[in-house]
């Protein structure tokens, strides 16, 4: 929802003051230079990205009008990992064989399903708990196993938003672009009447506008929200890894957690009476 209205203020603020200035709205309306800079930024993003990566960023883009990771997401996460901790202390490690090798009819998954279809967060979880389950990675080999787990996601997930950031560098240039031809099609009517060759050069300025406007105002600033986004899918993995390092060593679950909450940023962490009142909910279940 703040993408769209931070376009709507950009326009806004752009176009108010144009008109404010006495500019006419209609003068902006050169298509042709729309195609010319539209086309040629698409063109080099297919050129300059590889096709796992232009997916990647489509799902990225439609998934940015979605809300990110909030409060409750970290809470649900943090409490699920205390019952499935709680089960490892009540049944042993065996007794979460079923729960992570078919997550899908876990109890406990399915009580949140936000966790549930985060594919990678899952895979994430359920492989560290079949490598913790099998006993045979020391704490500090896990710890490296998970970051380089860690690392290897951001990495990827990082790609489409850095494609999307090099477009946006490229489009002052394609607007000059546009610009340019703009300027050899005036000088090919330069005999003609005055109100030809201003309108034909107001279209060639047109061109630099819309240019510098897409890159500043909107595609740049597209890639840093996907950026962000990325950041945080980090942070929840991040968050993830903690408990899972200090259940493997031995901590009592409810410690586990906490050592995730403390990895937190503030404005997501829940408080540490928050989260002890939703565990003792969870053991009542």
């Known amino acids: 929802m703040l993408v769209f209205v931070g376009a709507i203020v950009v326009?806004?603020?752009?176009?108010?003051?144009?008109?404010?200035?006495?500019?006419?709205?209609?003068?902006?309306?050169?298509?042709?230079?729309?195609l010319i800079i539209g086309g040629a930024a698409l063109g080099a993003l297919i050129i300059s990205t590889p096709v796992a990566v232009l997916k990647s960023l489509i799902k990225q883009i439609t998934g940015v009008l979605g809300g990110g990771f909030v409060k409750k997401d970290y809470l649900d996460i943090l409490v699920m990992m205390f019952e499935v901790f709680n089960v490892a202390r009540r049944d042993g490690l065996v007794g979460l064989e079923n729960h992570i090798e078919h997550p899908d009819d876990s109890e406990i998954f399915?009580?949140?399903?936000?966790?549930?279809?985060?594919?990678?967060?899952?895979?994430?979880?359920?492989?560290?708990?079949?490598?913790?389950?099998?006993?045979?990675?020391?704490?500090?080999?896990?710890?490296d196993l998970m970051d380089s787990d860690i690392e290897a996601l951001h990495e990827e997930e990082i790609a489409p938003p850095s494609a999307l950031s090099n477009t946006a560098d490229s489009l002052p240039g394609l607007g000059i672009v546009a610009a340019v031809?703009?300027?050899?099609?005036?000088?090919?009517?330069?005999?003609?009447?005055?109100?030809?060759?201003?309108?034909?050069?107001?279209?060639?300025?047109?061109?630099?506008?819309?240019?510098?406007?897409?890159?500043?105002?909107?595609?740049?600033?597209?890639?840093?929200?996907?950026?962000?986004?990325?950041?945080?899918?980090?942070?929840?993995?991040?968050?993830?890894?903690?408990?899972?390092?200090?259940?493997?060593?031995g901590v009592a679950g409810v410690i586990a957690v906490e050592f995730a909450r403390r990895s937190l940023f503030n404005q997501v962490r829940p408080d540490f009476l928050e989260l002890e009142t939703a565990c003792n909910e969870a053991k009542k279940r």
């Open 181 to 249: 031809l703009g300027v050899v099609i005036t000088m090919g009517h330069i005999d003609g009447p005055p109100e030809e060759i201003g309108a034909n050069v107001a279209a060639a300025l047109v061109g630099t506008f819309l240019g510098i406007l897409a890159c500043y105002g909107f595609v740049g600033p597209l890639a840093t929200t996907l950026k962000h986004r990325v950041d945080e899918n980090k942070q929840y993995l991040t968050c993830i890894k903690h408990a899972l390092l200090a259940f493997n060593k």
């Open 110 to 143: 399915q009580r949140y399903p936000k966790f549930l279809k985060n594919h990678e967060a899952m895979a994430f979880f359920a492989d560290t708990m079949r490598v913790i389950i099998s006993g045979a990675v020391q704490p500090h080999d896990l710890e």
């Open 11 to 34: 326009l806004g603020s752009v176009l108010g003051g144009y008109m404010w200035h006495g500019g006419q709205v209609l003068a902006l309306n050169q298509p042709n230079e729309v």
